[in-house]
């Protein structure tokens, strides 16, 4: 008998159709559930970062492992780690949730607490500030970079596999966006099946990577202060930004009838997914769960917590359209169908579309 590695454990997620009403009704959408693997989707790519650096000398046996990450990919490289072994650590701040810093250590994850944000780069800024010099103390030590490794983005091949088996067809992929890792690896795969494919980004408003304003976020996963090269801007099809006032009451909804719910991006991008499910009738809509609801008891489902911050009042069914991503600073949920890659020149369309003048 051949025992199975901790390997083997990653992956083979389910698909589910998530018809509950968000919070209007639509035909339903098709979710893949990713809390559902060990380290969440994030051990996808965590493997594969891993693996590449190893198969490169890159990573020597039982070196060390540091990376910045605000939770979800700590837990797929502790997972990596452990699996691989090397132990991991990880430059984490403030805001990371005590359950997620138990659940790392628990995992034997040392943690690098950063304790204040930089004055414009934010939360992110600082934390990589912070793991440089912690890299630079620990000789032989390999940084993932996870928003520049294109070993993450490639980590989804496996997933988009899973996909192909999966379901008949998907004619638009709902994916948030981080390090840009998921949605770059599952379009780059999944057009070679459905080349028609049309790709939704879900940001969070105050995020800057498809061209907003940085500002401070509530929102945690999906949204970066900067921007990561891993975005492959020229896939999109159109950004969505969601407020966390929706992704909140989007999330609580989906737990309470649909029982498969998760966390910011989770809320985020099933929001975008019911709409497109409603506005384009006859489409199959796959939305990508990225983690599930355990971390977020003491936030998304707290009432006093969403209470104090006004984030059970009433919010609407559709997004604001804008006509290019610098044209207004969107506060709630807005939609554009420019794409641009703000690190080049101003108003310069990424995928052939006119930009208003
Ligand atoms: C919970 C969660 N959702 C979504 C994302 C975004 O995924 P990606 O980094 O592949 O863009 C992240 C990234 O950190 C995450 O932690």
């Not at 414009?120 to 912690?134: H, I, P, S, T, Y």
């Not at 649909?258 to 709409?275: D, I, K, P």
Request: aromatic content about 6%; hydrophobic content about 40%; glycine content about 10%.
């Amino acid at each position: 008998m051949t025992a199975p590695q901790l390997l083997d454990l990653v992956g083979g997620t389910p698909v589910v159709l998530v018809d509950a009403p968000l919070p209007h009704p639509h035909p339903g959408f098709l979710a893949k559930v990713e809390c559902l693997s060990p380290g969440g989707m994030k051990a996808r790519a965590a493997v594969s970062m891993l693996a590449g650096a190893r198969s490169r000398g890159e990573l020597v046996p039982g070196a060390p492992v540091v990376e910045s990450t605000s939770g979800t990919m700590g837990v797929g490289l502790a997972f990596a780690g452990q699996a691989l072994g090397h132990p991991v650590v990880l430059v984490v701040d403030r805001e990371l949730e005590p359950s997620m810093r138990a659940l790392l250590r628990a995992h034997g994850a040392r943690l690098e607490v950063v304790d204040a944000p930089h004055p414009a780069g934010g939360w992110q800024q600082a934390r990589l500030d912070r793991l440089l010099r912690v890299r630079a103390a620990l000789p032989g030590a390999y940084w993932p970079d996870q928003y520049r490794n294109p070993d993450n983005a490639a980590g989804y091949a496996g997933l988009a596999d899973e996909i192909v088996a999966q379901v008949d067809a998907v004619d638009t992929l709902v994916c948030s966006v981080g390090t840009g890792g998921h949605s770059a690896g599952l379009a780059r795969a999944l057009r070679r099946h459905w080349p028609r494919l049309r790709l939704i980004g879900v940001d969070t408003v105050g995020s800057t990577i498809f061209g907003q304003p940085a500002r401070a976020r509530l929102m945690r996963g999906l949204g970066s202060s900067i921007h990561p090269r891993n975005v492959d801007y020229a896939a999109f099809d159109e950004v969505h930004w969601v407020g966390p006032a929706e992704a909140v009451q989007t999330c609580r909804r989906l737990a309470r009838h649909a029982f498969v719910t998760g966390g910011w991006s989770t809320g985020a991008t099933a929001r975008v997914a019911a709409w497109a499910a409603r506005t384009r009738p006859g489409d199959r809509v796959l939305a990508v769960f990225p983690d599930g609801p355990h971390r977020y008891l003491d936030s998304i489902f707290d009432d006093d917590y969403c209470a104090l911050r006004g984030l059970l009042g009433p919010t609407r069914g559709h997004p604001v359209e804008i006509p290019h991503p610098r044209a207004v600073e969107v506060t709630r949920w807005s939609r554009c169908r420019t794409v641009v890659d703000p690190r080049r020149r101003p108003a310069e369309p990424a995928r052939g579309q006119r930009v208003p003048a």
